[in-house]
């Protein structure tokens, strides 16, 4: 294995690569494989919620816990593709072989969304949905396996490629590996809704979702193929027999022997895993305590994650309740997500090139682990701007009535105006086709209602934790009508819309979105969801038709009152009412960009060292292995979200992210105190000096055969524990 600068071919780092500007020309195609394969996985996942929806016509609740199972899984399989890795098949292959699992998995996505294949009688649905689903469900599964499978080994195989000597090309290497995730996630989460959005098919044009998983399903075969392009060039580390087997019985074997020496009588030794000494290798001991210290450092790890994943969920629900109105871009609430791989393409490069050297000048040693501990403080006061916006997202919001209350608001329908009279409030003169400007507050329950001159009283009941709509009818002595309306805001940032028809006919409403079907005399549509921007409405009675346009902003309710005296033929702009029940979001998107910079400049802190000091820190047969402990942190940091959020049941959204905000500084605290006492090591050093040693031993046990064997175990134990001590000086 050649390490260093090689003068006669010009090579340096550990393979067969040539080098240019100091790094391994094999590290090109690790990360354009890195690139691929991540905007074949965010691609894939930009999309998967609404093909749930709407292909396989899932509700909500079942697909949103099908996409966090598939998630999570996501996160738990690298355990496994880290293992095969470093004790069986190296990360080569196992790259190789998990990214053919991966593409095939892609495929079946693609194949499942074809809705042709099972739609005999044409018509546009399928006709045989057990066939897609249980082809999408085993693509998912192979995706997962594949995706979550080769995530430890590519990292660590980039990182294998650098020799001893070329730490700083090695730090870079893992910013740029970044940047290419990020690089490809963004742009896949951009592409992939554009592509679903288009229509496609055989027999029948549907939105095209087996176009928006066959991109990604591509990228990962070129990932594949740029992966196998590169093979001449890699430094492929052997796999060193079952290492996980091996490391499990020596961990057992330590507890075992240890509490055999239990009594006072046997001396202490100074690691309980010395205790495996009398069976197991020292070198495999050395290396299990690199593994356990840094293991035992990610304990509080997954905070970090808890809060970062919320971004994704929470983060994007406040959104819905904000205005994304951007001038010339108007950005939809879950486009905000986007921010974040466009702040990581400006901010590492930043911290890599400016803030890091700019530290360093000051004399300042920011370490991996303070590094880790800034990203942590960062995600924290993240957290606290998520809080102050979603106080100024509450002042806007509308009251609606708790369980014991009710609230009514009253529309006249008449062509004349109308004075009403309510219990307890004075007398509301009510103009011709006008509503009430707000909703009055009841006890739920029966109210006297007087209207009209000659005032005629009328009983209505008020329904508990309601609001409704008293249409009165142009004639006062016809029968009340009453409306339903919404207690929350509309869902993903739409506007709720529907119609009350004032006229003698029946009316029939459509936009291009949405059809609010024939609304009879007198009477009201049910709610459809309107995206923001402008809506042209067509009414319709018999032949006869007009059009009516308004623009919608983010989150309000209309009810649109067709006026008795509509012409059809005509314009009939005037003759429609908008009545607001709730108003339009009004708190700006912007706001959250505060929150996003904080977030992901913790990001590039905490992750990016994160993913380099897993590999920098760990035995050179268990890179993977600690690759994988990394991602597991994420994986339990997906679960907190949910036990936390389970548990405490806060009823204030901006109290929640201040509890999530005290919770990371509390275990920040405890991460830079158990940050305090790790000592860096050097692992290849510790390695080169146990087997050394153990050449040594081998030729002194051939010139020394039969010699006291204790005594040699307790010289080579104290001996090796100063090795490894003077490998390990550095403190946090
Ligand atoms: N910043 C994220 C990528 C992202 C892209 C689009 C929306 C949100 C996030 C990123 O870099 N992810 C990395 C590292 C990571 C982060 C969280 C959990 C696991 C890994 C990735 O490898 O995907």
Known sequence: MADKEDPKNGKMGKGKSKVVCGYPLSIFFIVVNEFCERFSYYGMRAVLVLY?????????????????????????????????????????????????????????????????????????????????????????????????????????????????????????????????????????????????????????????????????????????????????????????????????KCIGFAIKNRYRHRSKQYPKRQHWMDWAEEKYDKLLIAQIKMVLKVLFLYIPLPMFWTLFDQKGSRWTLQATTMDGNFGALVIQPDQMQTVNPILILTLVPIMDSLIYPLIKKCGLNFTPLKRMTVGMLLAAIAFVCAALVQIQIDKTLPTFPSTSQSQLKLLNMGSNSVTVKLPGNDALILPAAQASNDYYMFQAGQIDISFGNPEM???????????????????????????????????????????????KTAVNVSTAAADFG?????????YSQIKNGKATFTLRSGSQSC??????GFGSSYTFFIHSTLVFGSNCQDSVTAVEDIKPNSVHMALQIPQYFFITAGEVMFSVTGLEFSYSQAPSNMKAVLQAGWLFTVAIGNFIVLIVAELAKIPKQWAEYVLFASLLVAVCVIFSIMAYFYTYIDPTEIEAQFKKKINEDDEDDKSKPGKAEVEMVKRDSIKCHDEYDKATQTKM
């Open 52 to 248: 749930f929806k709407y292909f396989l016509r899932w509700d909500d609740d079942l697909a949103t816990s099908i996409y966090h199972t598939f998630v999570a899984l996501c996160y738990l399989t690298p355990i496994l593709g880290a293992i095969v890795a470093d004790s069986w098949l190296g990360k080569f292959k196992t790259i190789i072989y998990l990214s053919i699992v991966y593409a095939v998995g892609q495929v079946a996505m693609a194949v499942s969304a074809i809705h042709d294949i099972t739609d005999s009688d044409r018509d546009g649905t399928p006709d045989s949905m057990t066939f897609h689903i249980v082809l999408s469900m085993v693509g998912l599964f192979l995706i997962a396996l594949g995706t979550g499978g080769i995530k430890p080994c590519v990292a660590a195989f980039g990182g294998d490629q650098f020799g001893e000597h070329q730490d700083r090309q090695r730090r870079t290497f893992f910013s740029v590996f970044y940047l290419c995730i990020n690089g490809g996630s963004l742009l896949s989460t951009i592409i992939t809704p554009v592509l679903r959005a288009q229509e496609c098919g055989i027999y029948s044009k549907q939105k095209c979702y087996s176009l928006a998983f066959g991109v990604p399903a591509a990228l990962m075969v070129v990932a594949l193929v740029v992966f196998i392009i590169g093979s001449g060039m890699y430094y492929k580390a052997e796999p060193q027999g079952n290492i996980m087997l091996d490391v499990c």
């Open 457 to 503: 009283t009328k009983p209505v009941t008020l329904g508990s934790g309601q609001r409704q709509t008293l249409l009165i009818p142009s004639t006062l002595s016809d029968e009340l009508q009453m409306t339903n309306d919404l207690t929350s805001k509309p869902q993903e940032g739409n506007n709720a819309i529907r119609f009350v028809n004032g006229m």
């Open 518 to 526: 024939l609304i009879e005399p007198f009477y009201y549509s049910n």
């Open 547 to 552: 059009e009516y346009s308004t623009n919608f």
